[in-house]
């Protein structure tokens, strides 16, 4: 299983961006039962979970409520962020994480996001 990630970039403050995030190898099953998260690490900072996605439910950082959303699709295998109203505190390399029902971590290699003021 792989993950890889895409749509990262440099977006001026108040834009937005869509992070995609693609379990390659990956059986539906597996996917399905999986949880999936999108962390963030800033250079300097700790590193955040941004937010979480499960079969039941969605969470998020109190930081981005309200402006990023986490969806999946598991007929594509993948893990989206959309990401509204960013803010220069935004800026960050972005990773996806999915943690398996059997306890299988998977990471990607991060995308980074830079916002501008």
């Known amino acids: 299983v792989r993950l890889v990630e895409s749509g990262g970039g440099l977006v001026q403050a108040g834009g937005s961006l869509r992070l995609s995030c693609k379990a390659s190898g990956m059986i539906l099953s597996e996917f399905s039962g999986a949880a999936m998260e999108w962390h963030r690490q800033a250079p300097g900072k700790q590193g955040e979970v941004v937010a979480g996605i499960t079969s039941a439910d969605t969470n998020y950082a109190e930081s981005v409520k309200g402006r990023f959303t986490i969806t999946r699709d598991k007929n594509r295998r993948t893990v989206d962020l959309q990401m509204n109203s960013l803010m220069v505190e935004d800026t960050a390399v972005y990773y996806c994480?999915?943690?398996?029902?059997?306890?299988?971590?998977?990471w990607g290699q991060g995308t980074q996001v830079t916002v501008s003021s």
């Open positions: 994480h999915i943690v398996t029902t059997t306890t299988r971590h998977y």
